[in-house]
């Protein structure tokens, strides 16, 4: 049975380990991408944190980098933030040993969902098509003495329903009912009134479901996410 595990391997054991070790708020994100071209990896890198020219040092000085290329840098969006909050792009051509740890996972026919490096170790996301297949990655590493901590397990038919950025069914639901009942229109097609109506609950209670919905909402995708969105 297909399964996911969220992984966690120490930078001294993989990649990065002397710049994510400069300081904790370096955060390191490879984008997704499809390379059909190269014979090894060259990954682009998400990296904020620290300005530009102090990460390119730190990269530049790290050994598991060989090639470095800076593609371009996040410009300021919001009052207050700085460059180092956005980061930039780079491409880096990493060391054979790297290589050689991220090929396990397609000879194993594992898919890396999500990587996420910072304060001295990084987290990878993957899922395998049977739970013999991610055993088949931790044989491999054990045996090249690679150090990791698998923290979680689960076969994909246990995983519960997506929660939808927070909301729960009733709140969903409240959301998307306004949402096409014309309730967020300008003029409005419809009023809280009608809302509690349709659901059978009083105004009230739809007021205070609305309010309590956009406040999840509000939270999930604007405060509480761990890195702001990529302009692409």
């Known amino acids: 049975m297909s399964s996911v595990a969220t992984i966690r ?11 994510l070790s400069r300081t904790p708020a370096l955060e390191v994100r490879p984008l997704q991408s499809v390379q059909l071209d190269r014979g090894s990896l060259e990954p682009l890198l998400w990296i904020r944190g620290a300005d530009g020219p102090t990460v390119e040092s730190w990269l530049r000085d790290d050994p598991s980098i060989s090639a470095l290329s800076r593609l371009f840098l996040l ?3 919001s009052p207050g933030e700085t460059a180092s909050a956005r980061g930039g792009v780079y491409r880096a051509r990493l060391s054979p040993a ?13 898919c890396v969902r999500r990587v996420h490096g910072q304060d001295g170790s990084w987290t990878l996301r993957v899922l395998s098509e049977d739970r013999g297949a991610l055993g088949s990655v931790v044989d491999a590493w054990q045996r090249a ?20 950025f927070g909301l729960t069914d009733s709140q969903y639901h409240t959301l998307v009912t306004a949402y096409k009942s ?17 659901f059978g609950i009083s105004h009230q209670a739809t ?7 956009h406040r999840t909402l509000v939270r999930q995708t604007l405060i509480d996410r761990a890195t702001p969105e990529l302009p692409f």
């Not at 790297?98 to 026919?109: G, Q």
């Not at 014309?182 to 809302?195: K, M, N, Q």
């Not at 007021?207 to 919905?213: D, G, P």
């Open 9 to 19: 391997i120490p930078a001294s054991a993989f990649v990065l380990d002397d710049a």
């Open 75 to 77: 410009s300021e969006t």
């Open 98 to 110: 790297v290589d050689a740890v991220m090929r396990v996972f397609a000879d194993n026919r594992v």
């Open 145 to 164: 003495g690679l150090s990791h901590t698998i923290e979680r397990h689960v076969d994909c038919a246990s995983l519960p329903r997506s929660t939808r």
């Open 182 to 198: 014309g309730y967020y229109d300008i003029p409005r097609e419809t009023d809280i009134t009608s809302l509690a109506e349709r």
């Open 207 to 213: 007021s205070q479901r609305l309010r309590r919905s």
